[in-house]
């Protein structure tokens, strides 16, 4: 199969940007949320390919599957960056300073969460932390909470 190109010849305008919006179905994402809520992360897994996207994904961009179902994620994990956040974004600008850490689980998923405790003089890269959630203003959040202690 070969692709045709439109060659422009002569002067040209710039179009307005095309924009793609697509409507995700509530119920696509709402064992994510109803996770959240009781600890828990979930992540999708192609029931075709076995391929787990995180965060989850309705289709799977490798076959194109729509077969997917859920999966909680192990909560153990590996940290493997982290950084203390000064700059809070709108809304969280009354809290006090909080690390961001991305820890790899044990089946090899990445999640980004919120580094406890957060005394960036104590956490380091390759710490064991436990995955879980907590609430914080309304809204779930996921925290990486340090196996060791800092004291
Ligand atoms: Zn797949």
């Given amino acids: 199969m070969s692709r045709k190109y439109v060659k422009i010849e002569g002067p040209y305008v710039e179009s307005v940007p095309l924009v793609y919006k697509h409507k995700i179905p509530i119920q696509k994402?709402?064992?994510?949320?109803?996770?959240?809520?009781?600890?828990k992360i979930y992540a999708t897994r192609c029931k075709k390919c076995g391929a787990v996207y995180f965060p989850p994904q309705a289709d799977c961009p490798v076959d194109m599957s729509s077969e997917m179902e859920w999966v909680e994620l192990p909560r153990e994990g590996v940290l493997e960056a982290f950084t203390k956040v000064y700059a809070r974004p709108q809304g969280f600008d009354d809290l006090e300073p909080y690390v961001i850490g991305i820890a790899t689980l044990?089946?090899?998923?990445?999640?980004?969460?919120?580094?406890?405790?957060?005394?960036e003089r104590c956490i380091k890269v390759g710490d064991a932390v436990e995955v879980g959630t907590k609430s914080v203003k309304d809204k779930y959040i996921i925290v990486l909470k340090l196996k060791k202690s800092c004291t």
């Avoid at 994402?29 to 600890?39: D, H, I, M, P, S």
């Avoid at 044990?106 to 005394?119: A, I, K, Q, Y």
């Fill in 29 to 39: 994402t709402e064992q994510f949320w109803r996770g959240l809520a009781e600890g």
């Fill in 106 to 119: 044990s089946n090899g998923v990445r999640v980004m969460g919120w580094v406890e405790p957060p005394d």
